[in-house]
């Protein structure tokens, strides 16, 4: 018997001649609970993938005046309700099975959206030493693990007493959290669970630009 | 801050905070220093939170075995896989990586109160009955007793000889209800009743309460984080529960009391389970028959509507339910009807309105508002029809329990469907009647084929009204 994943109800797969190809989109979620799932679809921002009429969003024309550091990001869903939630059980409450919910779209997304570019590393946002001891394990690696390319932990996440320690040229590189435990040389994709402002993914990227990896692009599953 | 810090170090406090409870290191509400002496020192002592062995697997906190309900995650600090349990996990995972913690540390005494009850009302001659067997039962120490009481008896009431008598021999104490509105009621009343008696209300995002005092009031989930905590425990409407929630209750319950302790279910629709142990004997139990105003409960008339799913479906309602609107027998009484599911809430809601206008039942379309549960508006329209602001309320069976209007009809639309279980039909047929100075009030189900559920939900209302009218 098998149920889904994130409300418990007995899932009824029944095949159909209709069905029996498209059965397996979501195989862990019930119906209702994957119909809440909304894709984003129609015109996006190209850089960050917001919805968009236009070329570049208003945010990512301003990034471009202070210097983009990252190619594109490209997001599967909007922040709506029933992601937040399924985000939030998965990442904070730590429960990690949830991640499967993600798999075939981010597979697929990651196929269709970079596969063509088979020299990437899939590089993860790395977590800080406190949040791994609560949660226990990092939600953007465990994403990334679910690709099928080399997934390279490259970048490392400065606590937050360090921080505080660090010297003036240092705080000048705009509080920078990340550093590289090992230069890249090859284009990156950075995994993560949303993008929201952009800080984040353009922060890493720019340590990791900084150390001679050629271009960045990010992979998120929602856009918020 | 210095106070502060003093008075959570102190023997005392960390005795009655952590006594009886069993926690996961982050849920205990202390220090880190403090934390790690209590630990070397012996009096927090780690167990297990998943039990492992030879493939089956049980969480120690809600008691879940069913493997649906594990999963595992890579320990990125201790670079393993470990189980974790999915069904409590709203609480805090609960996984093979931590430890949950008891205390072993000094026993607390609670106080004993001489003089306990403030309250100064009356019971009735029902209510009192009850209340000494229920007394009887804690000063005894009966492991599980049930109260059977109707809908609108006064069960709060009832309880107060109880809890006087376990206040006065220093007993520690739970409340526990499925729904969170009771326990934000009850606990006014209770501190009202107990003024000298420390009482704290805990339920899901009062995670900051250390849950200390001598009486607690919680919902039902948050017993988990008890172990042999309670002399007495009370538990509200056990039959208000999901079947599959309700066996992590149970465990949860059973974990939470004493070995030497009473338990007293509270309930007005018994579980079969239940009702065979009394039947056998093996459940000590009483009656409370009568409402608290001293009438019978309304018996439900069944009324036959040929082809009424098929109607409904086509958003026709039955003329037996126009009928029944046109010769009420006090049409100024405000209506509740419940109809099996959410979207005919939305399908329906036309067309009952322009009935009820037809039948002058309604003046107005705003006097008719319709509630579900995930309905964000839900709370302001309940209270628009307490306000009277409101003549009829179409709902689901979200408001089957606890909600009480003083004077109200109920109609039920399809009372046959599946939805509609025995103990959901005695519920809403004890929304009718309630108040004492309109004690009758009609409760009528439509159907088009008399379920079993029906016969057995009239059959216990008037065995109960049977049972009081010897009173
Ligand atoms: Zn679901
Ligand atoms: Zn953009
Ligand atoms: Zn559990």
Redesign the pocket.
């Given at each position: 018997m098998n149920f889904?994943l994130?409300?418990?109800?007995q899932l009824e797969r029944s095949l159909t001649w209709t069905n029996w190809l498209t059965v397996e989109d979501n195989d862990v979620?019930?119906s209702?609970?994957a119909d809440k799932l909304e894709r984003i679809s129609g015109e996006r921002c190209e850089v960050c993938s917001r919805a968009w009429s236009s070329a570049l969003c208003l945010d990512c024309q301003q990034w471009r005046q202070l210097g983009e550091n990252i190619e594109r990001n490209y997001s599967i869903f909007y922040y709506n309700d029933t992601i937040r939630e399924m985000i939030s059980q998965w990442k904070f409450r730590g429960d990690y099975v949830l991640r499967e919910i993600f798999r075939n779209d981010l597979k697929d997304t990651f196929e269709k959206e970079f596969a063509g570019n088979s020299s990437m590393a899939i590089v993860p946002i790395p977590l800080s030493e406190s949040r791994m001891h609560e949660r226990g394990f990092n939600q953007s690696l465990a994403l990334a693990e679910m690709l099928d390319a080399p997934v390279k932990q490259v970048l490392g996440r400065k606590s937050d007493e360090k921080q505080a320690k660090k010297n003036r040229e240092a705080r000048l590189r705009r509080n920078n959290p990340f550093f590289i435990t090992e230069p890249l040389k090859q284009a990156v994709l950075i995994i993560d669970d949303i993008y929201t402002t952009g800080t984040t993914v353009r922060q890493a990227a720019q340590q990791l630009k900084l150390h001679g990896c050629p271009a960045v692009y990010a992979l998120t599953l929602a856009r918020s | 801050m210095n106070i502060d810090k003093r008075i959570l170090m102190s023997p005392a406090f960390l005795a009655q905070a952590l006594s009886g409870k069993r926690l996961l290191e982050e849920e205990v509400p202390i220090p880190q220093k403090c934390f790690d002496v209590l630990r070397s020192t012996k009096q927090l002592i780690p167990t297990p939170a998943i039990e492992n062995q030879k493939g089956s697997v049980k969480c120690i906190r809600c008691g879940n075995v069913a493997l649906q309900y594990f999963s595992e995650y890579p320990c990125g600090v201790c670079q393993q896989n470990h189980k974790y349990c999915r069904n409590c996990i709203q609480m805090g995972r609960v996984s093979e990586c931590k430890p949950l913690y008891t205390w072993g540390g000094a026993a607390v005494n609670w106080p004993r109160h001489s003089q306990p009850l403030t309250w100064t009302g009356n019971l009735t001659t029902a209510q009192r009955k009850a209340a000494a067997q229920l007394q009887e039962a804690v000063e005894e120490k009966i492991p599980a007793y049930l109260c059977w009481a109707v809908c609108g008896a006064g069960k709060t009431e009832m309880l107060f000889p109880p809890l006087t008598s376990a206040l006065k021999r220093g007993y520690r104490i739970a409340l526990a209800s499925p729904r969170v509105d009771v326990i934000r009621e009850l606990l006014p009343r209770m501190g009202q009743a107990f003024q000298g008696v420390s009482i704290e209300a805990l339920y899901g995002g009062s995670e900051h309460r250390t849950g200390m005092a001598q009486l607690i009031l919680a919902t039902t989930h948050q017993l988990m984080r008890y172990h042999q905590a309670f002399d007495v425990l009370i538990i509200d409407e056990v039959d208000a529960f999901p079947y599959y929630l309700d066996k992590s209750l149970m465990y949860a319950a059973k974990q939470a009391v004493k070995k030497q302790s009473t338990t007293l279910y509270l309930t007005a629709t018994p579980r079969k389970n239940f009702r065979l142990q009394m039947k056998l004997g093996k459940l000590p139990h009483v009656f409370v028959p009568l409402r608290y105003h001293g009438h019978l409960l309304p018996v439900p008339k069944f009324k036959l509507a040929f082809r009424l799913t098929n109607q409904l479906a086509n958003q026709k309602l039955p003329n037996a339910f126009r009928q029944w609107l046109i010769h009420r027998q006090n049409p100024k009484r405000q209506l509740l009807l419940f109809v099996p599911k959410i979207a005919m809430i939305k399908e329906l809601k036309g067309v009952i309105t322009s009935l009820l206008m037809e039948v002058d039942a309604i003046s107005a379309p705003d006097q008719l508002e319709a509630v579900y549960a995930a309905d964000e508006e839900r709370e302001v329209k309940i209270n628009q029809f307490r306000q009277k602001e409101l003549h009829v309320l179409i709902t689901t069976t979200i408001l089957e329990r606890g909600v009480t209007f003083p004077s109200v009809d109920v109609a039920v639309l399809n009372a046959g469907h599946d939805v509609f279980n025995e103990a959901a039909l005695v519920q809403i047929a004890g929304r009718a009647g309630r108040s004492a100075d309109d004690p009758t009030g009609e409760v009528v189900f439509f159907h088009d084929g008399k379920t079993d559920a029906m016969e057995k939900a009239r059959q216990m209302i008037v065995e109960m009204n049977a049972r009081g009218r010897k009173i």
């Open positions: 889904c994130y409300c418990h109800v979620l019930c209702s609970c | -």
